[in-house]
């Protein structure tokens, strides 16, 4: 698929309507090629990635519903029940990390930030154009300290996002996207 039509053909896929199979190691090498692609001043490499898959799935629930009865105890079993089972959903999970030098002499946080985030849209792109689904997802899982610690991250890293990627049940037709006229305007 050539790179324009990629791009705005792109659509994401909740996990709940994508299955088997996921990609193969080849075409998780290109995706991670993709992700490290990404625009990134200063080549400060401010990202890494955790691929979960197969059983490794199963730990990242129990990781989530972990991380929501010791954050919010109330909460009731059948969500609780549901963060276990999220992972399972999609073949392949990607959590991708940004790892930010906060005291940077030229860089500031949030070019590292938007880099991470680049490095996650590449690698979106990358699974659209080799023909599998994927969802950006962040959320309170994302966001929460022991899904963060219980992962690995140091004090200096945070979760761009939770790359769920897997093969569409059904066609998804591209959405309505904002014209160039809405958008953009001449200037001065
Ligand atoms: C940083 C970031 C975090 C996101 N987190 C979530 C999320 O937690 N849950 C969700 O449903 N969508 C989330 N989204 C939005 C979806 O990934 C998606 O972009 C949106 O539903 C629009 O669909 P589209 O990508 O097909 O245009 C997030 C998007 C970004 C950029």
Known sequence: MQALEAILTRVTVPPVKMGEPGPDDAALGRMLEAAAAAPDHGKLRPWRFLVVRGEGRARLGELFAEALLRERPATSAAEVEKQRT?????????????????????????????????????????????????????????????????????????ITGLLYIGTALEPQPAPARPSPVMIAKAWP
């Open 86 to 158: 999220a992972p399972k959903r999609a073949p392949l999970i990607v959590v991708a990390i940004a790892r930010i030098d906060p005291d940077h002499p030229k860089i500031p946080a949030w070019e590292q930030q938007a880099s991470a985030a680049c490095a996650v849209h590449n690698l979106l792109l990358a699974a659209h154009a080799m023909g599998f689904a994927g969802k950006w997802a962040t959320g309170g899982n994302a966001a929460s300290p022991i899904v963060q610690s219980g992962l690995g991250l140091a004090a200096n890293e945070g």
